[in-house]
């Protein structure tokens, strides 16, 4: 149990695009997703936390205008890189939890962003 | 000092080696604690949640020191299918939030 998609699994885009990733919980209902990004060779850095029905809480340094949040259902939450540069080029990674689950977090597998 | 610090190694041990990786956490207040393992270029997962009075999983020990804000873990006869980067997670206090450490790399070498 506890699995959790992300799609799409990798993306190529133009500078200035914007682009949406989905993070879906298929078995359980996440109370809670967790977005994630890892730069090569470092630790995964939260970057917003997102309750179901209400509005994200973004990390500091992150930018909520940028990195767009919507945590519609109890199983779907998307995250839209708007006006995407070379410098967003990571690995995004979501996670969810719910009360099921405790302090435990499932993990998709991720989506590579490339921008070029 | 940062909040989850680990050796990032690497640690390179043959098979049927025992190594062990060692955390340490800055928060006091920090309730949870885990092990999580990654693959190159894949997502974490969960190896093994870390109780206080230490807990064990087949091959992998997982050891947690309040007082000295420790985490430790122990793999015992290494396989080659080990090779992974280790991370220490701990929980940011009062909260579901998770801090990630850099992590261990470990390669187990025929």
């Known amino acids: 149990g506890a699995v959790v998609s992300q799609h799409p699994s990798r993306v190529i885009c133009k500078s200035g695009t914007s682009v949406k990733i989905e993070c879906r919980s298929l078995?359980?209902?996440?109370?809670?997703m967790f977005w994630y990004r890892q730069f090569p060779k470092k630790s995964l850095m939260l970057m917003a936390t997102?309750?179901?029905?209400?509005?994200?809480?973004?990390e500091q340094g992150v930018e909520k205008d940028k990195f767009l949040i919507n945590h519609a259902s109890l199983t779907l939450s998307t995250l839209t890189v708007t006006s995407a540069h070379p410098e967003d080029s990571s690995f995004y990674i979501c996670?969810?939890?719910?009360?099921?689950?405790?302090?435990?977090?499932?993990f998709g597998p991720g989506t590579r962003l490339t921008v070029l | 000092r940062k909040e989850v610090e680990q050796d990032p190694g690497p640690f390179n041990v043959p098979e049927g080696a025992t190594v062990a990786f060692n955390c340490t956490y800055s928060?006091?207040?920090?309730?949870?604690f885990f092990w999580y393992r990654q693959d190159c270029r894949k997502e974490p997962k969960l190896l093994m949640s870390v109780y206080s009075s230490g807990n064990e999983d087949g091959r992998f020990t997982a050891q947690l020191n309040r007082a000295s804000q420790y985490i430790s873990l122990l793999i015992r006869d290494s396989k080659l299918s080990d090779s992974a980067t280790y991370l220490c997670?701990?929980?940011?206090?009062?909260?579901?939030?998770?801090?990630f450490g850099k992590g261990t790399k470990l390669s187990v070498i025929p």
């Open positions: 997670v701990v929980n940011r206090a009062g909260s579901y939030q998770l801090t």
């Open positions: 996670s969810a939890r719910s009360i099921h689950t405790g302090d435990t977090q499932y």
């Open positions: 078995d359980f209902q996440a109370t809670t």
């Open positions: 928060n006091s207040a920090s309730q949870s």
């Open positions: 997102s309750n179901e029905g209400s509005k994200a809480t973004y």
